[in-house]
């Protein structure tokens, strides 16, 4: 069974550092300053023989306002409200503080089960802060340190026995288990059923684009915080989704600004998590606002997404404030062939978050470039398509002496690798490897999906001779 767990707290606790140190891996992203994390991330992970769903929240503000302190306590609330039992982690070095007082009161009034933990207790620095925590009225604390991970028996006892309890009311669902990796490529035997293993789709773009309010849109939830101000989210966060009997996965990621103005270190690390995002997702919906589309700092996102050969999908976001729609969609078609010709085939859709128009469009986009970036050929075809497009348009003769394919398989999947034998392969023009390319695209449906093309030549048995 699986335990849904909430890491709560006021800001600068601890709390992520936390949720790290329980999923066994660098999830959320840790720094000294208060308020980092904003929107509630999840994942797996373990302690001991507890099986555990994370969910690491934003530091809990006393405030009911529209400000973005009030829109990230909402969020801490939705995450004690899903969870089986909540960790309430204060800081022992500093004591107990009004906030986190008035914190346990409404932990309390929840009636879901608080496991206490008073964080940075390592070495006696957190003694004095140790014995303030009976003012909150949850029990006796466990201390811990989630940088060292110390006291973590401790934790796991108190978590042992909300199990246990829960066990008996059957008070939890257990999460599905992960779907296992694909079987082994060989194109020429039949394709296997539809694989289980979810759909991975990133949104990406500039900041203020518009992305979580797209995901929110979406989702039919506001599950991640929005507003006017440039720059909220910060970490990648998944959600875990069903779309049309398809499991999908939709990672919401912070907004990529030009690298000369990335200055800060907070920043420079939420980068760093939207590029790990987008070499570990399946397809990439790159978010644009019609005002501003094609930018340069858009168009290198996309090279960026093609160079690591992911599906790619634009979505043109804030499309209700369009005037003009049937001229804005001409231009967006215009500036997608003109800026990235390379790319020219990928799904272009104006879409709107706040009026959940053409979202099914773009969902159902997503899907047929997940189709075709996972598209297996036989060799038979390949090569019966070589031969066509060879003699339509013969390969170059350099300094006399033509170039000759011979033999074409395809290598992998995710994207479509293929590998082409020819003599003086390493002579191939690259105009005409794009003549391949455009022509095996249309051949075989595959439009505005990465493609590889590796050319290798056979040893030639007369080179020693000579």
């Not at 075709?372 to 013969?394: C, E, F, G, M």
Request: glycine share 8%; hydrophobic share 40%.
């Amino acid at each position: 069974m699986t335990l849904t767990v909430a890491i709560v707290g006021r800001p600068n606790v601890g709390k992520s550092t936390l949720f790290n140190r329980l999923a066994g891996r660098k999830i959320a992203i840790v720094d000294d300053r208060p308020g980092v994390t904003r929107d509630r991330k999840e994942t797996t992970g373990r302690l001991g023989d507890l099986d555990l769903k994370l969910i690491d929240t934003a530091g809990f503000e006393d405030v009911t306002d529209a400000s973005l302190e009030a829109r990230m306590r909402r969020q801490t609330e939705v995450a004690i409200n899903e969870a089986d039992v909540t960790i309430f982690l204060y800081d022992a070095r500093v004591g107990v503080t009004t906030i986190d007082e008035r914190f346990a009161q409404l932990l309390r009034k929840s009636g879901k089960p608080v496991v206490l933990a008073a964080n940075k207790c390592e070495g006696k620095q957190g003694d004095e802060g140790l014995m303030e925590a009976w003012r909150l009225g949850l029990g006796d604390p466990a201390p811990i340190s989630a940088e060292h991970g110390e006291g973590m028996s401790d934790l796991y006892e108190g978590l042992a026995a909300v199990q246990a309890k829960l066990e008996l009311s059957g008070g939890f669902v257990a999460l599905d288990p992960e779907a296992g990796d694909d079987e082994p490529f060989d194109p020429d035997v039949e394709a296997p059923p539809e694989p289980d293993k979810p759909i991975r789709i990133a949104f990406v773009g500039r900041p203020n684009a518009g992305k979580s309010t797209l995901i929110n849109g979406i989702l039919e939830d506001e599950r991640f915080i929005t507003g006017p101000e440039a720059g909220i989210t910060r970490d990648s966060v998944t959600v875990a989704w069903r779309w049309k009997d398809k499991e999908i996965r939709l990672v919401d990621t912070a907004g990529l600004r030009k690298r000369a103005k990335v200055q800060d270190k907070l920043e420079r690390m939420s980068t760093m998590e939207t590029t790990h995002s987008i070499r570990f997702a399946d397809i990439v919906v790159l978010v644009m606002d019609p005002k501003d589309a094609f930018e340069k700092q858009d168009v290198q996102i996309a090279n960026l997404v093609i160079r690591e050969g992911r599906g790619l999908v634009f979505a043109i976001t804030k499309w209700d404030t369009v005037d003009s729609p049937s001229e804005a969609r001409k231009e967006m078609d215009h500036q997608a062939v003109a800026h990235l010709p390379h790319a020219q085939g990928a799904p272009l859709v104006p879409v709107s978050g706040i009026t959940r128009k053409n979202l099914d469009k773009l969902m159902d986009a997503c899907v047929k470039v997940h189709k075709d970036w996972s598209a297996r050929i036989k060799t038979r075809d390949l090569n019966d398509w070589l031969l066509y497009v060879t003699q339509k348009h013969p390969p170059p003769a350099p300094n006399g002496k033509r170039i000759k394919p011979r033999y074409m398989a395809q290598m992998k999947t995710r994207p479509p690798t293929f590998v082409l034998m020819a003599s003086r392969a390493n002579e191939m023009p690259e105009t005409y490897k794009r003549y391949l390319l455009n022509e095996l695209r249309e051949a075989f449906d595959l439009p505005g999906v990465p493609i590889r093309l590796v050319l290798r030549q056979g040893k030639n048995p007369f080179a020693d001779k000579e």
